[in-house]
């Protein structure tokens, strides 16, 4: 099973040990295209802080960040998933899992990033601020610029198992599944249904979204549950609880859309 996770806007701070090699992230094929972005973003931070700042979307409370652009080269490096922080994150809560869940998740997830392009949760990186939806001068567009290397990078990535899609809108731009990885891939949005005069309303809330989806991967990782298809995700989501409504493709090459239906948010 591989698991694809949206980065976090907020990081916890870089680390104190040896800084970045790029070489050492998952998926290699990714690595000229992560050092263009590297390359580029940092240049533009250090060059025109104001222009970084605009490029990157950045609030005046965050010019901060464009310092700590500046510094990727040499900033100590941490694993990504405990670089990432935020409502996914600390549902997933990644710390407390026992030994073979870590090893699980090692194995299974990958952090979408505009930087990056995706990295393995313990792959050491530094902290940093760069959106998928960021428009550099010389690159262009985030998402267009990986969906090159992605297009064979992730297929692999992924082998012949389920693909569970849990990025926001942003990151699909960068790697869409086709084909038969898009027939084994599920993607999921969860809805808060309550009774509004009696009658079943029910919508997307973005806190819960991205809570409740850190709790289904970290329930997945800590039983072990090792589903092989969509299919056998939903009966596996059932049986840990979860109310699931699955909207199966009407044709090949279309990936399966689960709703998982809360009540309570908490």
């Given at each position: ?6 980065p976090s806007e907020g990081k916890a701070p870089s680390g104190r040990g040896a800084p970045l090699k790029l ?42 960040e464009v310092a700590k652009n500046t510094e990727l080269r ?193």
């Amino acid at each position: 099973m591989l698991v694809l996770l949206p980065p976090s806007e907020g990081k916890a701070p870089s680390g104190r040990g040896a800084p970045l090699k790029l070489e050492s992230l998952s998926l290699p094929a990714l690595a000229p295209a992560r050092q263009a972005v590297l390359d580029e973003l940092v240049d533009l931070c250090v060059a025109d802080e104001e222009k970084a700042r605009g490029v990157l979307g950045l609030s005046e409370g965050l010019r901060g960040e464009v310092a700590k652009n500046t510094e990727l080269r040499t900033a100590g490096a941490r694993p990504a998933g405990e670089i990432y922080t935020g409502v996914l994150y600390d549902a997933l809560d990644l710390a407390t899992l026992d030994a073979p869940a870590k090893r699980r998740a090692a194995r299974s997830l990958l952090v979408f990033s505009g930087l990056w392009g995706a990295v393995g949760i313990t792959d050491r990186i530094p902290s940093y601020r760069c959106s998928m939806g960021v428009k550099l001068p010389g690159i262009g567009a985030l998402g267009a610029h990986w969906r090159t290397p992605m297009a064979s990078a992730l297929p692999e990535a992924a082998g012949d198992g389920l693909v569970l899609d849990l990025r926001s809108s942003a990151y699909t731009a960068a790697w869409k599944p086709k084909g038969e990885v898009a027939d084994r891939t599920a993607t999921v949005r969860v809805l808060h249904s309550q009774l509004v005069d009696g009658v079943e309303k029910r919508s997307v809330v973005s806190h819960f979204n991205k809570a409740t989806k850190g709790r289904i991967v970290r329930s997945l990782l800590a039983t072990g549950t090792q589903p092989k298809n969509p299919a056998e995700l939903v009966e596996a989501l059932r049986d840990l609880g979860h109310v699931v409504e699955e909207q199966a493709p009407a044709k090949a090459g279309k990936a399966w859309a689960l709703d998982v239906v809360v009540r309570e948010i908490h």
